[in-house]
């Protein structure tokens, strides 16, 4: 398939390109960008006044369905990779995806959590997010490791890593009192495959004084030992009031060599299973925090009181919840959420959730999607609202750093693990055909907390491998391009 991109404001953060061109794409990948560009039975899209640029890479996304991926798509996402988590077996996490299609690329790491559950708590993983969540709140996974348990997980995720996984993700946070030691083993494990890892860090010193480590000195100090890529997620929602003091130390471990990357999205609230060691009532009020800050996302159920709270992770620790850490409404938090983003080098990342249905589904091929889907408004906006917020009102971002920050960084972090990776996040000749065009004056979210599934608008078109996704603002429903990216063992 051909495609000439006519006219366009073409965006190319790998050559630092911004202006006006045409793109020619042919065979699933980029062929030419230049100007007066002819293309003998090419089908032409005329995309003056818009921006072209690198489809954006999500590091960090939980939906693993059809559903779940036209929403990202209508968001501008290209690729989608479940690495803070990941999923194992890995091949059986592939194999599916591939099987049920998939309108975006995607992808998953080694799965720290899954193993551990594995080898301390006889809890066989099946690949899916469902059974994920509902490990989390189980305590036999989370306690520290024997060196006979520590070594059996570790060959484990060897073993996942030689299979194609991305890296390795660490659940840090939700086993928060487990020893160092073991966590520095991952990262010598990681600097010898030669992969990154993506962990969402454990408490902070300030919020639990009686923490083993502090989560943010923790990630800089293992990936200044070991030299191992070491990704810390979300940091807007692990950091909440005391990101200034986390940015500090991610900025002079960085300014000394150590090889560590950092992620943020748009939202003052967080989401996760209601069984979480961290949402836990005692650790919810080291949070400054309470059972009202938590709402269950299938019900809508804002948690009255501790009583409650403790009811629901009892009887159902894997049911997914939001938890709201900063408060969208108050100049100060919202201050907070932006210096998240604007951090140098920060990448957006999402952490979308699936979308759940009252019946139990997790899945819909109809589109529009069928009313009732809850999920996380990130799952929709997280990526239109970061461009509305930091490029159309606060000016922080040029269009040329935002294709940085949502396409070309994420996409260099995978090139040790995923050499395919490199023809991902530019416009360069011989790039993957993956393209975002957008309408720089609409583009915004439309997701709320209280009706999530709306899909974001702006994203006039949306190629996968040169397969039209989203044309004129609307999704193909008949569009399930998206492949595999796989790691490649060393």
């Known amino acids: ?184 083993a991952v990262a010598h494990l990681a600097a010898k495959a030669g992969v990154p890892t993506y962990t969402h860090v454990r408490e902070l010193v300030e919020v639990d004084p009686d923490i083993p480590v502090d989560g943010s000195v923790e990630i800089v100090a293992a990936a200044g030992e070991t030299g191992a890529a070491m990704h810390h997620c979300h940091v807007n929602s692990t950091s909440g009031h005391h990101i200034d003091r986390v940015l500090a130390t991610l900025d002079t471990a960085r300014r000394e060599g150590s090889r560590v990357t950092v992620e943020a999205y748009p939202y003052g609230a967080g989401s996760t299973a209601v069984g979480a060691a961290f949402i836990e009532p005692e650790r919810l009020k080291l949070k400054g925090l309470g059972p009202s800050s938590v709402v269950i996302l299938e019900t809508g159920e804002r948690v009255r009181d501790e009583a409650r709270l403790r009811q629901l992770r009892a009887q159902d620790p894997g049911a997914p919840c939001l938890l709201e850490f900063l408060d969208e409404t108050n100049d100060r938090d919202r201050n907070l959420l932006h210096q998240a983003l604007a951090f140098p080098d920060a990448v957006v990342a999402s952490d979308a959730m699936p979308v759940y249905w009252k019946d139990g589904r997790t899945e819909s091929t109809d589109w529009p999607l069928p009313a009732g889907g809850t999920t996380h408004p990130r799952t929709a906006g997280t990526f239109a609202k970061t461009l509305r917020l930091m490029v159309r009102e606060a000016g922080a971002w040029s269009w040329l750093e935002a294709f940085r920050r949502c396409s070309y960084l994420p996409s260099r972090l995978l090139d040790d693990v995923a050499p395919s990776a490199r023809g991902k996040g530019h416009l360069g000749a011989g790039a993957d055909a993956d393209l975002v065009v957008i309408d720089p004056a609409k583009i915004t979210d439309t997701a709320t907390y209280t009706d999530p599934t709306r899909p974001s608008v702006g994203v006039r078109h949306l190629y996968v491998a040169g397969v039209p996704v989203v044309t004129e603002g609307n999704l193909n429903t008949d569009a399930l391009p998206g492949q595999p990216l796989r790691g490649e063992p060393k």
Do not use: C
């Open 1 to 184: 398939m051909r495609t000439l991109l006519r006219g366009g404001r073409v965006v190319d953060p790998g050559t630092g390109f911004d202006g006006v061109a045409d793109v020619l794409l042919d065979d699933g990948k980029v062929e030419a960008v230049g100007t007066g560009l002819g293309a003998e039975n090419a089908t032409e899209v005329d995309v003056g006044g818009l921006v072209v640029g690198p489809g954006f890479v999500d590091l960090h996304s939980h939906v693993h369905s059809v559903a779940g991926q036209r929403l990202q798509a209508m968001d501008g996402v290209t690729t989608a990779l479940d690495l803070e988590a990941g999923l194992m077996p890995v091949d059986r996490a592939y194999a599916e995806a591939a099987k049920a299609g998939r309108p975006l690329h995607y992808g998953f790491s080694a799965s720290w959590g899954a193993a551990r559950a594995q080898v301390l708590a006889d809890i066989a993983p099946d690949a899916s997010i469902e059974s994920g969540l509902a490990v989390l709140g189980n305590p036999r996974w989370q306690r520290s490791s024997s060196k006979a348990e520590l070594q059996a997980w570790l060959s484990l995720l060897e073993g996942e890593l030689a299979k194609g996984a991305l890296g390795i993700g660490i659940l840090m946070g939700y086993a928060p009192a487990t020893e160092p030691g073991e966590f520095l």
